[in-house]
């Protein structure tokens, strides 16, 4: 399923979770300042997410890697894009561990 953005409306990538591929979202051509939130709750002792792009959310071979993150323990990290995107998407790399969970949301103006 394909999500298109909304300027000011959180668009959920991912929720809660500690494995897999998030939801890819499209953001419009007028999308401005996109921002996405990585919010990691609980213990967290190991695990690796990347944000990925690639020009259509149903494309099936490998996304670009815009970030990495490695969350830790009850943190927050806010990526701020410049230029225009085409679909993004969270992916679990490496298994969030620990006991806590990942969740990753964009908004945008």
């Known amino acids: 399923m394909t999500v298109v953005a909304s ?30 939130h990585m919010c990691a709750v609980g213990v967290i002792t190991g695990g690796t997410v990347v944000l990925e792009e690639a020009r259509d959310p149903n494309y099936t071979g490998t996304w670009s890697i815009l970030y990495t993150y490695t969350p830790a323990t009850d ?33 945008s103006d």
């Open 7 to 36: 300027k000011g409306v959180i668009a959920t990538l991912q929720t809660a979770v500690t494995t897999g591929t998030g939801t890819a979202v499209v953001l419009p051509i007028s999308a401005h300042n996109p921002r996405i």
């Open 75 to 107: 943190s927050e990290l806010v990526i701020h894009i410049n230029g225009t995107l085409g679909a993004l998407r969270t992916r679990v790399t490496s298994n969030i561990i620990g006991g806590g969970v990942i969740t990753a949301e964009l908004v």
